[in-house]
Nanobody, 123 residues
Framework: QVQLVESGGGLVQAGGSLRLSCSAS????????MAWFRQAPGKEREFVSA????????TYKGSVKGRFTISRDNANNTVALEMNSLKPEDTAVYYC????????????????WGQGTQVTVSS
């Protein structure tokens, strides 16, 4: 079992940048596919990005491709989401998720979740 804690959220103006971090404890991070999801008020939680166990492969939601970058540091048990050129529609609570089995864009595929960190982008 793994415990996840997100940090790095905040308030930023449109066009700005934020770096989210997810710290894992309990088991080594290299055992898990890691992903970021987000949930805006009144909307369902949606996939943002995922990265493979070694970090050699990643995938992104279409609307963030080219603006967001996911990375991982298995030695330090952390995963990051670098977010650039932020837009008001990126406003949401961002969640880190982990699963040992496969890369997926579905929330139901991930067994472990953090508590979330709020990202607010003002226009």
């Amino acid at each position: 079992q793994v415990q996840l804690v997100e940090s790095g959220g905040g308030l930023v103006q449109a066009g700005g940048s934020l770096r989210l971090s997810c710290s894992a404890s309990g088991r080594t991070l290299s055992s898990y596919v890691m992903a970021w999801f987000r949930q805006a008020p009144g909307k369902e939680r949606e996939f943002v990005s995922a990265i493979s166990w070694s970090g050699s492969s990643s995938t992104y939601k279409g609307s963030v491709k080219g603006r967001f970058t996911i990375s991982r540091d298995n030695a330090n048990n952390t995963v990051a989401l670098e977010m650039n050129s932020l837009k008001p529609e990126d406003t949401a609570v961002y969640y880190c998720a982990a699963d040992p089995k496969s890369m997926s864009t579905m929330t139901t595929a991930y067994a472990y979740w953090g508590q979330g960190t709020q990202v607010t982008v003002s226009s």
